[in-house]
């Protein structure tokens, strides 16, 4: 940085605001610290069983979380395998395929589609897609009803419903991050392949093979998003504690569990338990997102204007 | 042309193709939810949903005055909380963008952004529900605070950074101190998109529902005090979607098309003046 004059003013300026700055840390930490906290009950009463056991009976005060982690990773799974290569190739159209003037109304396009409130999808889900799937289910051959992926009764309301939804929801935000680290990719790497004759496609490869550890950072962080989102699976899933491998059985995820129970949590245990849940889901959509970040983060530093290029001439003349 | 170039040449069409074909997947579930929200949303919308309060169970009829005020109130509660906080925390991290407290803080900002929602909900019932005795719109406006901050200051933060270094560098060569080149130079030229930014935040926790499910709880009737729980209309929309009842779905769908149009109108504004001030700024 530059020598500039410095004054009391300055230096209380960037306290004032620096404080403000801390506060940000200091609420993370104390999202973590107050969850922990409030899961003493549960986390004192059950330990590590508690992630191990099947039985959620808030009458008997027997609590085990198995079912909700299952149902949470199983949908977050699924909806990523369905919106990865979407993503993708909606961030290779709009990037690098199509004309650039198509680009601002397909953006603007797909934001919409992150714009829309969760509760929405939540609404459209329940009344519209369920009953839809639940045609779908019927209209399977016997053969394949039979396979364990795909049996149960048709009741609509299932893991598969809510993984196609969070598919949905987290289409335009993984793939915008992705467009971005696309066109973050030097042009000279595509035009090096054109001028080896490369096609259209070879050179995109070439692209996304340059751009990948961000693209997996864009794919984390729609993992992130699709762990923690409440609303729309809440209304979707069926909420039955019972971990299945069928994607047409009712189950549930942490995020609904919390949801549905919470204000109906009558004892401390039972409030323990759910808090619990909050406090592992927190932890592990932090990792994913720190993770997601740090990927980016490699990704993007190359291209980020350098602060000191802003405002430190010395430096440019020493360059 | 040899055998081999014309496989990579139709490899290449139909991988462009596919690429083509995601893009109109994607919009296959947007023009569908557009379809529904807005025939079974128009369809449902009168006059009554503005001005009437929930009637109770059985009864046709009433809307939902009292949850779009209230989601009013909470939304500017939120912004009320998380404006000073992440205009400050962003001119920080933009400012002093070399310190260690400025990359932490911005990485605490994009760690806040990726809590879910429900869990800051957990958090603040913790806090303030809890201690308080009752849910509350209090609780409800700073739940959606924390979750209006991480946007606000990463807004800020870049929108800063946008504005020209000559600007800035002509501050200072005319002798103003730091402090007073960044609040009266820097800022008031990046005002314009802070205030856009203020408004995407705004459309993004105007939809938010989890957070405010134990903390600002939901209310029937007109809440008179902050202390009260709010109706909102998201909780709103949740607990009809939620009912057997065909005329509670029938004003879910037309809150739900209320709600699209309050978040659609807010971002699209948003979003323009986003462009212009990029454009205004050379990039």
Request: charged share 10%; hydrophobic share 55%.
């Amino acid at each position: 940085m530059t020598r500039t004059r410095t004054s009391a003013g300055d230096l209380s300026f960037r306290i004032g605001t620096g404080a403000f700055a801390l506060f940000i840390i200091a609420l993370v930490a104390a999202i973590g610290v107050v969850l922990w906290m409030q899961s003493r009950p549960s986390l004192d009463a059950f330990g590590l069983q508690f992630w191990r056991t099947e039985i959620w009976d808030p009458v008997a005060g027997n609590f085990g979380a198995l079912p909700f982690i299952w149902g949470t990773l199983y949908s977050s799974l699924l909806a990523l395998l369905i919106a990865t290569p979407v993503s993708i190739g909606i961030a290779v159209f709009i990037s690098h395929t199509c004309r650039p003037n198509w680009r601002p109304p397909l953006v603007f396009l797909t934001e919409l589609l992150a714009a829309i409130p969760s509760i929405v999808y939540g609404l459209w889900g329940f009344l519209v897609l369920v009953p839809a799937l639940r045609q779908l289910q019927l209209a399977l051959p016997d053969v394949v009803r039979a396979l364990p992926l795909f049996s149960g009764p048709p009741v609509g309301v299932s893991l598969l419903a809510a993984a196609v939804i969070l598919a949905i929801m987290i289409v335009p935000f993984t793939s915008s991050i992705a467009r971005e680290v696309l066109e973050a990719v030097p042009p000279a790497q595509r035009e090096a392949s054109f001028a080896l004759g490369a096609t259209s496609w070879e050179a995109t490869k070439v692209a996304l093979h340059y751009a990948r550890t961000g693209i997996v950072g864009a794919v984390m962080l729609g993992f992130g998003r699709a762990l923690g989102e409440t609303m729309a699976v809440t209304m979707v899933i069926g909420n039955t504690p019972k971990a299945a491998a069928s994607i047409f059985a009712p189950q549930y995820t942490m995020a609904a569990v919390i949801a549905n129970e919470f204000t109906e949590a009558g004892d401390a245990l039972h409030l323990g338990a759910l808090v619990e849940i909050g406090l592992v889901l927190f932890i592990i959509t932090l990792i994913v997102n720190v993770a997601s970040r740090l990927l980016l983060w490699t990704m993007t530093r190359q291209r980020r204007p350098s602060k000191a290029a802003v405002s430190t001439p010395a430096q440019e003349a020493a360059a | 042309m040899t055998r081999r170039d014309r496989r990579r040449r139709i490899q290449s069409t139909i991988m462009t193709g596919l690429s083509a074909g995601t893009v109109l997947l994607a919009l296959v579930p947007l023009a569908l939810i557009f379809f529904f929200v807005f025939s079974q949303g128009l369809r449902s919308l009168d006059f009554d949903f503005f001005t009437q309060i929930p009637k109770p169970v059985g009864e046709t009829g009433g809307g939902m005055a009292n949850a779009i005020v209230g989601s009013l109130l909470l939304c500017g509660l939120g912004a009320l909380f998380a404006v000073p906080i992440g205009v400050a925390s962003g001119i920080y991290i933009s400012e002093y963008g070399d310190s260690w407290l400025s990359s932490a803080s911005r990485f605490a900002a994009d760690t806040l952004n990726g809590v879910p929602s429900i869990v800051i909900g957990v958090v603040v019932y913790a806090t303030v529900v809890l201690p308080m005795g009752h849910f509350s719109g209090l609780a409800g406006g700073i739940a959606l605070g924390i979750m209006m901050i991480p946007l606000i200051a990463r807004t800020t933060e870049e929108l800063l950074r946008l504005v020209p270094a000559t600007l800035r560098e002509g501050a200072l060569a005319l002798g103003a101190t730091r402090s007073r080149a960044v609040l009266t130079v820097v800022v008031p030229a990046a005002l314009p998109g802070i205030i856009t930014g203020v408004l995407l935040a705004l459309a993004r926790i105007a939809g938010e529902t989890a957070p405010l499910l134990f903390t600002a709880f939901n209310n029937a009737f007109w809440s008179e005090k902050l202390t009260q729980p709010v109706a909102s209309l998201t909780v709103q929309v949740y607990t009809y979607a939620k009912s057997p009842y065909e005329d509670w779905h029938r004003q879910a769908w037309a809150g739900s098309l209320v709600l699209v149009l309050l978040v659609m109108i807010c971002s699209i504004v948003a979003r323009l003046a986003t462009r212009r001030l990029q454009r205004m700024h050379g990039r």
